[in-house]
Nanobody, 120 residues
Framework: QVQLVESGGGLVQPGDSLRLSCAAS????????MGWYRQVPGKQRELVED???????NYADSVKGRFTISTDNAKNTVYLQMSNLKPEDTAVYYC??????????????WGQGTQVTVSS
C-alpha cells in the first residue's frame, strides 16, 4: 500500500509563485517516476510535468519555462515550483507516482489533489 500526500495549493494572484509538494510513503521498493497532473471541471486530467528515476522529464508546453519539477529521492518527495502563474493554471493538481512495491509488482498511485486558484 502506497500513500501520496500533497500540500502547497492555494489562492494566488497572476504572476505569483507557488510550490507544491508530494510525499510518498508505505510499501516502496523502487520509484519509477513521479509527477504532476491537473484537471479542471469538464476536462480530462492532463500531464503538467513528470520525472523518471533516470532524470528524464516530460512537461506540457503551456508550462515550459514557468514550472520546474524536482525530486528528493531520500524523502520520496516530488516538488513542483510554479512561477509566473496565470489564471489558466487554475485547476486541481494531482500527484502521480509509478512505484514498485516489490521486485515484480508496480502500480500507478494518485494523491488526493490540491486546489490551485490564480485570480486577481
Amino acid at each position: 500500500q502506497v500513500q501520496l500526500v500533497e500540500s502547497g495549493g492555494g489562492l494566488v494572484q497572476p504572476g505569483d509563485s507557488l510550490r507544491l509538494s508530494c510525499a510518498a510513503s508505505g510499501t516502496i521498493f523502487r520509484i519509477i517516476s513521479m509527477g504532476w497532473y491537473r484537471q479542471v471541471p469538464g476536462k480530462q486530467r492532463e500531464l503538467v510535468e513528470d520525472r523518471n528515476s533516470g532524470g528524464a522529464t516530460n512537461y506540457a508546453d503551456s508550462v515550459k519555462g514557468r514550472f520546474t519539477i524536482s525530486t528528493d529521492n531520500a524523502k520520496n518527495t516530488v516538488y513542483l515550483q510554479m512561477s509566473n502563474l496565470k489564471p489558466e493554471d487554475t485547476a486541481v493538481y494531482y500527484c502521480n507516482a509509478y512505484i514498485y512495491t516489490d521486485s515484480s509488482h508496480w502500480d500507478s498511485n494518485w494523491g488526493q489533489g490540491t486546489q490551485v486558484t490564480v485570480s486577481s
